[in-house]
């Protein structure tokens, strides 16, 4: 099954920078989304980009799709120490509901 | 007003013991998911259910037997515990029709001793 690999695995900002991470996947996809884990809590579901949209944007969040490259990044502009968590890539290749979960990176953000 | 809830949040408990998970969510959905977290933070999907039908069985040991009583309840359930049971067991549901969005309990975090 594919599965999303962010990349880099660990990422240490100060507040105010943009933070920036990377998902790569290997099959074809119907969409692929972004979650945030903060410590001891359960994955919060930020935003979606389906197959045929190339950008995204929410908030602070802005999320790039390149599916000639099987590739995706997520930007978190204007960081806070609020957005310290790990963020995951998922994949939706259709079928069975089922998403495939990337490693995930950590992002910290220092006040 | 929660969302998606699971009981309990922390499980200690002796190998070889059988222990329950429970998970309900109030959000309408018809599709709900266990998931099992490693120390890495790998995320595994493990069950999914829809409509109170298993329709994702990943290969999980058979000590692991998940139970819907209605579209609002998935529990686990895990016999003769072992260390590597060891994990943060989260539950998660979303709608059938459309784009997948899923919604997460906070996590039950499993300790075999």
């Known amino acids: 099954s594919q599965q999303g690999e962010e990349d880099p695995q660990a990422l240490s900002i100060q507040e105010g920078e943009n933070a920036t991470m990377n998902c790569s996947y290997k099959t074809s996809i119907n969409n692929l989304q972004w979650y945030r884990q903060n410590s001891g809590r359960g994955l919060v579901h930020l935003i979606l980009i389906r197959s045929n949209e190339r950008e995204k944007h929410s908030g602070r969040l802005r999320v790039t799709l390149d599916t000639s490259k099987k590739s995706s990044s997520l930007l978190i502009t204007a960081s806070r120490a609020a957005d310290t968590a790990s963020y995951f890539c998922?994949?939706?290749?259709?079928?069975?509901?089922?998403?495939?979960f990337g490693k995930g990176n950590q992002v910290v953000v220092i006040p | 007003d929660t969302a998606v809830s699971q009981t309990p949040k922390y499980l200690v408990t002796q190998m070889g013991n059988d222990k329950s998970i429970k998970c309900e969510q109030n959000?309408?959905?018809?599709?709900m998911y266990w998931y099992k977290q490693d120390s890495k933070k790998f995320l595994k999907i493990m069950f999914s259910?829809?409509?109170?039908?298993?329709?994702i069985n990943e290969t999980v040991p058979n000590r692991f037997s998940p139970k819907s009583p209605d579209k609002a309840h998935l529990n686990l359930h895990i016999n003769s515990l072992e260390l590597g049971d060891s994990a943060v067991y989260f539950c998660?549901?979303?709608?059938?029709?459309?784009?997948?969005?899923?919604?997460f309990g906070p996590g039950t975090r499993l300790t075999v001793l």
């Open positions: 259910y829809n409509n109170k039908e298993l329709i």
């Open positions: 998660a549901s979303s709608r059938s029709d459309g784009p997948n969005e899923q919604f």
């Open positions: 998922a994949t939706d290749a259709g079928g069975n509901n089922r998403l495939a």
């Open positions: 959000l309408g959905h018809d599709t």
